[in-house]
């Protein structure tokens, strides 16, 4: 296994469980203390994880509250989404990213492209991709700031959505069902991501499978909107008629 493998596989396991010791990891993939704290000490520089005595967490930064929470779930999932999701994109192309804990692990795959403008009402995924080294611009839209999902939202992030043109928006969401299409838990966030379906030439819903067959509050868009849709596993009969119906491009994630 790779260094960079192996480090990648630290940081989903210390988001699973929000704490790990060094012996553990040792352990857990055979190889020397000494090794593990090389790893550690590189996701830290890096901001993937908070380094202390004999052992790693979540970064502060990540935040103490629901945007936390989410990334400790189906992160196998998440994972293996935000890595087919990235194909889609090519260097040179402008992308519009919401906040999500599902975006945040795309941002990770993105920040390996070069040559992209990202735009995003979400600080962590402004922090990924300005510790990449690959030339990408990044902007963070502005607006009234929650703590908890560490994100951009109100009039003034929806207004300085409409100064840009994109060739994708990228959306995680709150629910997705037959009858109403993508929805949000938070109107704000709804509102937000409508507009950057306006500016962007394809949208890609990116989203696990415990999102179908929910309910979320605030609509968000129809199925016939939705140019593709990145999952981990088939839709249940009825969306999956009614994704094929609004001819959305169904793309299953390899896990």
Do not use: W
């Amino acid at each position: 296994m790779t260094p960079g493998n192996r480090q990648s596989k630290i940081e989903n396991i210390i988001r699973q469980h929000n704490i790990v010791t060094v012996n553990e990891l040792a352990k857990l993939f055979n190889i020397s203390r000494e090794t593990i704290r090389r790893d550690l000490s590189e996701l830290a520089q890096n901001g993937k994880v908070q380094k202390f005595h004999g052992g790693a967490s979540l970064p502060a930064t990540i935040g103490e509250g629901s945007l936390r929470d989410r990334m400790s779930e189906n992160v196998a999932a998440k994972v293996k989404i935000a890595a087919r999701a990235v194909k889609l994109i090519f260097p040179g192309e402008t992308v519009l990213i919401n906040t999500g804990s599902t975006t945040v692990f795309f941002a990770e795959k993105l920040a390996e492209l070069t040559d992209l403008t990202v735009i995003t009402n979400s600080s962590e995924i402004a922090r990924i991709m300005s510790h990449s080294h690959k030339q990408s611009e990044v902007f963070l839209l502005g607006g009234q700031f929650n703590c908890d999902n560490l994100r951009t939202v109100g009039n003034f992030a929806i207004s300085q959505v409409q100064l840009f043109r994109a060739h994708h928006t990228i959306l995680a969401v709150g629910a997705l069902d037959a009858i109403t299409g993508v929805m949000d838990f938070n109107i704000e966030e709804a509102q937000l991501a409508q507009a950057m379906i306006a500016q962007a030439n394809s949208l890609t819903i990116i989203t696990d499978c415990s999102k179908f067959n929910s309910i979320a509050s605030f609509k968000v868009c129809d199925l016939d909107q939705v140019t593709n849709l990145v999952c981990d596993r088939q839709p249940p009969d009825e969306i999956n008629a009614a994704l094929l119906e609004a001819k959305v491009n169904i793309i299953y994630a390899d896990l």
